[in-house]
């Protein structure tokens, strides 16, 4: 606790003044990071507006994950304070990962601590639960990672700046019916729970828009040869191809697509928001489509922490969760110092008005121009708002091929109803073509 480490550093300079490990006490609880711990108690119930309260798992299960959170929301602190000049403070409280624990920690850091906002908690369990304490209290909370889509229905003052797999399938499916205009769809999976689960949402979507599933070829996530599944989607002869997979497994699977000539648009999740995989890929990946789940931050946000953040310290999943908690504290603090707002109920409205709804917005192209991406000319770019705006006027009238437009524009040369059967490569059915049976 600071208080103690003051009153030892206060008994060392008293004794040992000269000395260098003195000297060094001293910048270690003055230095911009360390005071993000100090605690800074409500005086009276007054709410403190630098002071926002972070939740994490620093022990248990996640605690690697919650340290990494816990370090990059303590860079975030220092960028922002530099950036706006405010004394902006972190109170850090530990979960454990346990939702009582949370609700525990958040009362505490609501009623007693006086914090203006609330940050975490990492996984949606905590959330869950400081997200009911925060809204008992009117405090704002902002949750950078949880995965469960509909936290941010727990009160208006939640808030939820990453797009999770569902919430990303959906935005997928409107963008396939709604402005794509197309209707038969695959679904190339690996056979995981995961990939199921992922598999059924855009299923549910598809159909309630209209559209169809027309094949579900699924791998053995082990395998390397996706020649089976792959075949087994492109003789339904779809116009869409979902590919829920990692980026290692889309390092793999982007060439095999290329080579058998699918004749699909390929849809993927934000994780192949990557410009190392493209590195890994070269051309094959040219018109796959994702959502961008950092379209509420600054590109300047991303390169900030990419300089400060040391990639040795912890794993690739633990890096990506920092990232966002990087994003949502710096978003956080930013919206603190350029709306002025005074208290929770300022900051709330100006988070709404920062943030709007996490609910989908699908009324024409434009809602699609910021949060979705697309490979071209070996380049990650924005939605090509341009090309569907004609097609989605006119969909009261003719369906226009916009498909057709996409594959124009990238010089591929695919036809809009997709490959005939004589123009696929014949697959090699050599012994030693490294076949690999694949589950149904």
Known sequence: EFPAAEQQVAELETSFADDPWTRAAREVLTSPVASGFRR???????????????LASLTGRYAVLGNACVDASLLAL???????????????????????????AARRLCAEDGSVALMGAVASSPTVAAALVATEWGVP??????????VWELGHGVFQTNLTDDYEIRLLSRLVTRILL????????????????????????????????????????????????????????????????????????????????????TLGLSNLDDTRLLERTGTVLEGVVFPNDLV?????????????????????????????????????????????????AQLTR??????????????????????????RAGNIVDFPLEIFTESWALTE????????????????????????????????????????????
């Open 182 to 265: 197309k209707q038969r769809c695959a679904i190339l999976r690996p056979k995981t729970p995961e990939g199921e689960r992922q598999a059924l949402v855009f299923t549910n979507e598809i159909e309630a828009q209209g559209g169809e599933i027309v094949c579900e070829a699924v791998f053995d996530p082990r395998t390397t040869d996706f020649r089976p599944a792959i075949l087994q989607a492109r003789e339904s002869r779809p116009e869409v191809v979902f590919v829920p997979v990692s980026r290692d497994q889309m390092a793999l699977v982007g060439p095999q697509l290329d080579f058998y000539r699918l004749g699909a648009l």
């Open 141 to 150: 909370l902002v949750s950078p990672t949880a995965t469960n889509d509909r």
């Open 397 to 440: 009238g003719m369906r226009a091929d916009s498909l057709a437009a996409v594959v124009d524009s990238l010089g591929v040369g695919i036809p809009p109803g997709g490959l005939e059967p004589e123009d696929y490569p014949e697959p090699d059915n050599s012994p030693d073509n490294g076949d690999v049976s694949v589950p149904e």
């Open 40 to 54: 800074r108690p409500a005086v009276g119930g007054l709410v403190n507006p630098d002071l926002i309260g972070l």
């Open 78 to 104: 220092e960028a922002a304070r530099t950036e706006t000049g405010r004394d902006f403070a972190l109170q850090i409280e530990d979960t454990g990962g346990d939702p009582v624990t949370a609700a525990l």
């Open 296 to 344: 509420l931050f600054p590109t300047a946000w991303t390169a900030e922490f990419q300089a400060a953040w040391d990639q040795e310290q912890y794993p690739t999943e633990a890096t990506d969760l920092a990232l966002k908690f990087y994003q949502g504290t710096r978003m956080l603090l930013d919206t603190l110092a350029s709306s002025g707002a005074a208290n929770r």
């Open 350 to 375: 100006a988070l709404q008005g920062r943030l709007a709804s996490r609910d989908l917005e699908t009324e024409g192209p434009e809602s699609f121009a910021a949060a979705v991406q697309i490979v």
